[in-house]
């Protein structure tokens, strides 16, 4: 069972259209293929004989802190660190079936096989005061492949096909963050074994969280706190302190400011704000989304020359729970500022760092790296 749909423009509120191809799995999972507007796309069938997708875990309230915990068990199913004849996000050969039925693809997003949330709910899941609230964990778990090419890392890319990937973030965001069950919309990748990918391809993935996370409920609350002392937004005049102290700052251009910050939790980390503040991808217009690319990718190879190592990181788009006409899914969401975190657990050639128990225990971090030197470092790499 397959089928293709005609390609639409995907529903980016940009100048630049962008073809979006929707093709459904064998097991009846979503599939996108996005390219540039002239580009051949052979969207074949999934001939593949695959079991259904599982039913949703659980999400479970932990009353002492407010946390939602997602419990899926059959997430230890799911295939870890293959051979790369045996990828599952390369595209398909005769030879073998992957997830990508097609024989190339530009960018590619499909729903994850072995997800942490899936299925609908009439709204978003809330706490009602029991001490052992579970509820079926809904929501949307994706995988995004950056590039066909099974040995390339994101750094790689040109910054055109860095800019078809925004392209992809911000569709997803329009088309998830629509969902009345969907509070948060979270595109992020994870690099390297040292992080725990269990897939080496380039790719990374987008979450539909039915729950405001724990980061982000913080973040607006302070940002709200800020509002009402100081009749400012909280990050925009982060980032004019940021520009005005300079020590921190690793790159700029005319769009985008990327720092490390003053307060910063890891070894190596950035944190990336368009001048303009925006809530969520959505916001970025065509001159943002452009100019992201260049100063992503010049960032990104100064941390892989760093240690002379392809640098483990993980990258966090923090986007505010807006709703599909842009307005707050929670009190304060729209205080929230469109960023990027950028960070790597690796403090050395020969170390890394690990969440012990002042972090796991306390969430409380120890930086053996001063902020200031990190981005000198890397601005001189
Ligand atoms: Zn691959």
Known sequence: MSSTTAPTAAATSSGRQVVRRRTVLADGRDLYYYDWPGTPRQTPPDTRPLPPPPDSGEARFDPRTGDWVYVATHRQQRTFLPAADQCPLCPSTPAFATEIPGPDYAVAVFANRFPVLVGTAAGPIEPDGSLLQAEPATGRCEVICFASRHDLAFADLTPDEVRLVVEAWADRTVELCARPDVRQVFCFENRGVEIGVTQHHPHGQIYAY???????????????????????????????AELADGSRVVAANDHWVAFVPFAAHWPFEVHFYPRVRVGDLRGLGDAERDAFAPLYLDVLRRFDRLFDLPMPYIAAWHQAPLGAGGEPKVPGADELALHLELYSNRRSPTALKYLAGTESGMDTFSNDVVPEDAARRLREV
Not at 230 to 240: C, K, S, W, Y
Request: hydrophobic share 40%; no cysteine; aromatic share 4%.
């Open 210 to 240: 039915p729950n405001v996370t724990p980061r982000t409920a913080r973040m607006i609350r302070h940002a709200v706190a800020h509002r009402d002392a100081n009749r400012t937004n909280l990050f925009e005049d982060l980032v004019a």
